[in-house]
């Protein structure tokens, strides 16, 4: 069993849709949780951090974390083109970059 | 203001050959890893480094060397390739106490 698990898509819906975006993970130490966009041919670029369980906002998009059920989600409102993009999630237990798990990613298309 | 820094971008390599993949960071980050990605597996760690001289291995190191001999250089070495190694293989750094990795562009190789 891989220690992160992700919905591997693809996904595609209209512009300006909800979109959800959802990982599972075994290790419970896990304690720092991100989620990274990857545009076609380029390199994984950090969207949103959040340390422990909780949520966090930042403007268009929405991080949640469930440390009880070991679950993260990501959630876009307003989607635009712009978006399209394959979103990875990825998780350390550690305070820095050197040990970070990534899951097998999502792609995501956003129809105008 | 360059970041991390990935040579070459393309390559491809002979069953047998050996190579060196580059990579260098003008961030003074002390972490630095390598990662493979492959379709549908996401990114997997080969090896890391927590500073100058330091270096371990990851969650498929076999067939791949490292060194750092300095804060700025994180070469990755292919001694014997093999069809099996043909991936997208990104290079990533951070600082210390954050979790945030950064990306170089990857480099593209294939094994014939």
């Known amino acids: 069993q891989k220690e992160v698990e992700q919905d591997p898509g693809p996904l595609s819906v209209p512009e300006g849709a909800i979109v959800s975006l959802n990982c599972t993970y075994s290790n419970s130490a896990f304690q720092y949780f991100m989620w990274y966009r990857q545009y076609s041919r380029k390199g994984p670029e950090l969207l949103m951090y959040?340390?422990?369980?909780g949520n966090k906002e930042d403007g268009r998009f929405t991080a949640q974390v469930d440390k009880s059920s070991k679950y993260i989600s990501l959630f876009i409102r307003d989607s635009q083109p712009s978006d399209s993009a394959t979103y990875l999630c990825a998780m350390s237990a550690y305070s820095s970059a050197s040990k970070i798990i990534f899951g097998s990613g999502t792609r995501l298309s956003i129809r105008p | 203001n360059a970041g991390v820094t990935q040579t070459p971008k393309f390559q491809v390599l002979k069953t047998g050959q050996s190579m060196t993949l580059q990579c260098a960071q003008d961030m003074n980050h002390e972490y630095m890893s390598w990662y493979r990605q492959d379709p549908g597996m996401g990114l997997r760690l080969i090896h890391y480094s927590v500073g100058a001289g330091i270096t371990d291995q990851g969650e498929v190191p076999n067939g791949y060397n490292v060194s750092r001999s300095t804060t700025e250089d994180f070469p990755l070495r292919l001694l014997s390739a093999a069809p099996s190694q043909t991936s997208v293989y990104f290079c990533a750094s951070g600082r210390t106490g954050i979790t945030e990795a950064f990306f170089g562009q990857g480099t593209r190789l294939t094994v014939v």
């Open positions: 959040t340390y422990s369980s």
